[in-house]
């Protein structure tokens, strides 16, 4: 214990020295760095603190330092969180890299493929995307159709991807493709490769948001070095499970890490709603914030108390699931309560005549709704519980 409190010290005062001023204010959408290639830093401060925070392994502290990070244990990784939280310090990198695909590659990826991809990933060097789904294969992700073909001294991959988050801005691309066309779920292989090279095609799809945050993704004859397939042949389909938990565990947390300036549900109240004696007026109003906050609360406090059973290797198998459905479903009623509270003030998409805040307030709203479709359905996270969970037959 007094070891541990001996890094929070520490690291409490290297965040106090090292965290610009600027980046201790809430993070704006366009203000969020995502690293890569082609990254723009519209803070200037942003790249001195990521730079500054990956010299120090922070971007992924429980990483091997050998791999980017600073080896920290649970229990220190929490209190850097906690004292990161303490001083409101920006979040200096978002990264599927660092949510999805670096726990794959630590698991099942080779020496090699994690020297050369994971300390990238931990300096935001490389900016990742996700090929999984396809227009024929959504929740059935099995049925996926793109084919990698071996071609002697390289692969030969062709078909297409839906729903790629971001694939117009990323570097490279992890990528379930179909290597054996005589059985189903075996016949997956789990393949990286540049989003750079020739036959690679992105096409944004705008949301009813208003924002391009997904994209349909083409491959022509692309070719790929056969260093580039992680886990074996036909192996895939284990490593896309797995990534599919640590995914559904990152959108789980979507309401309580991201949401640009838009304040909490209960700031929101105090703003807009009458108060009598330092509390909301409506009594169901009142009611219906104070206990999403409790459940926001206990829903952290779940998430940090799996955290811990995860280390000791007592956790459920279903978490990733549960957390993915409560804490969509979660996000989805929060920003129907702070649309109630807000009013019409909320309904503002552009105009003089709404602040910035309430614009951004009516489009996190709408793309609040894709929480529960993307990363698989609440109905598939449902299924899932009943079957693992509950024991409950087909």
């Excluded at 007026?281 to 459940?295: G, I, N, S, T, Y």
């Excluded at 926001?296 to 799996?306: K, M, N, P, S, V």
């Amino acid at each position: 214990m007094q070891a541990l409190e001996e890094f929070r010290a520490e690291a409490r005062a290297w965040l106090e020295e090292n965290c610009p001023p600027a980046m201790r204010t809430p993070l704006p959408d366009e203000e969020r760095v995502w690293g890569g290639r082609k990254a723009t830093f519209k803070n200037p401060d942003s790249k001195l603190w990521l730079e500054r925070v990956a010299a120090r392994g922070w971007t992924v502290p429980t990483w091997p330092v050998e791999y980017g990070g600073a080896g920290l244990d649970a229990d220190q990784a929490q209190v850097l969180r906690e004292e990161m939280a303490r001083l409101k310090c920006r979040q200096p990198l978002a990264s599927f890299g660092i949510w999805m695909l670096g726990p794959v590659l630590l698991k099942y990826g080779s020496e090699a493929q994690k020297r050369e991809h994971l300390p990238k990933i931990a300096r935001g060097e490389i900016r990742w995307c996700q090929g999984y789904s396809e227009p024929g294969a959504g929740s059935d992700l099995a049925s996926l159709k793109t084919r990698c073909e071996d071609q002697g001294d390289h692969y030969l991959i062709n078909g297409q991807k839906i729903w790629t988050s971001y694939a117009n801005y990323a570097d490279w691309i992890f990528c379930l493709v179909r290597t054996d066309t005589s059985t189903k779920h075996n016949g997956i292989s789990f393949i990286l490769f540049d989003m750079a090279s020739a036959g690679v095609e992105t096409r944004p799809i705008t949301l009813i948001s208003g924002a391009s945050v997904f994209c349909e993704t083409f491959f022509t004859d692309v070719r790929v070095p056969k260093d580039n397939l992680v886990g074996g042949l036909n192996q895939g389909w284990t490593i896309a499970k797995e990534l599919l938990q640590h995914e559904r565990g990152m959108i789980a947390e979507i309401g309580r890490t991201i949401g640009g300036t838009v304040p909490p549900v209960d700031v929101v109240a105090q703003h807009y709603l009458a108060e009598e004696d330092g509390r909301i007026a409506e009594p169901a109003l009142r009611d219906a914030v104070a206990r999403h906050v409790m459940k926001d609360r206990a829903f952290g406090l779940t998430i940090r108390r799996a955290a811990q059973e995860s280390e000791t290797g007592t956790a459920s198998g279903g978490l990733s699931s549960m957390f993915k459905y409560y804490g969509t479903e979660q996000n989805k009623a929060k920003f129907e309560l702070i649309m109630k509270c807000a009013g019409h003030n909320a309904l503002g998409w552009a105009g003089e005549g709404f602040s910035d805040q309430e614009i951004e307030i009516c489009r996190t709203w709408l793309r609040s709704k894709g929480n529960s479709i993307e990363g698989g359905t609440s109905e598939v996270q449902l299924n899932v519980i009943a079957k693992r969970v509950l024991g409950l037959p087909d």
